[in-house]
């Protein structure tokens, strides 16, 4: 369906237990319809043609095309998970503002216990979303793959990613 709303679903999942045994049958088992129809509801209100952020309400449809609204995610973790967020531009600097800032996004969802999300892509534009969270340690759910892995600084830094056909790092939303 959508990585963005697979991502803001698992999100919501983590930290919201009512909310997670509402997708999930026998025991920690997710129910692949109710987690789609949950997908789709998310897309609906992420990529609305109105979209109200942090009071604003902006009038920027953002085409499915595109996948998850940055803006709509925003607001959408913040409902979610009831934190505020921030975004880090990841995007623009050679490799040592890319570690800085990679050290930055990990610190904040270690350090909150929330989710964030992070936006990879190519030279020219975001594409995929993918999901940072912290337990024991910090793990990315790649929902391209249906996967959860180990982020790897090197990979990040050198902007070689592979998520979800994707390489470059945008940006994250990261709780505040």
Not at 51 to 57: A, E, I, M, Q, T
Not at 110 to 132: E, Q, W
Not at 144 to 149: D, L, Q
């Amino acid at each position: 369906m959508s990585c963005g709303a697979a991502c803001l679903t698992v999100a919501r999942m983590s930290v919201d237990p009512d909310y997670a045994a509402h997708l999930t049958s026998d025991g920690d088992v997710v129910d692949p319809a109710a987690f789609a129809a949950q997908e789709r509801a998310i897309l609906a209100r992420t990529n609305a043609f109105r979209v109200r952020s942090r009071g604003v309400l902006h009038d920027l449809g953002w085409p499915s095309f595109f996948g998850t609204s940055p803006w709509g995610a925003l607001e959408e973790l913040e409902w979610g998970t009831g934190r505020r967020y921030g975004v880090v531009p990841l995007r623009f600097g050679d490799d040592r503002v890319r570690a800085r800032a990679y050290d930055e996004v990990l610190l904040s969802t270690v350090r909150s216990r929330a989710p964030a999300l992070l936006y990879v892509g190519d030279r020219v534009l975001p594409r995929h979303v993918t999901l940072l969270s912290a337990g024991e340690q910090i793990v990315l759910y790649e929902p391209a793959a249906g996967v959860v892995v180990e982020p790897r600084r090197e990979r990040f830094t050198s902007r070689s990613l592979a998520l979800g056909g994707w390489d470059v790092p945008w940006f994250a939303l990261v709780p505040r």
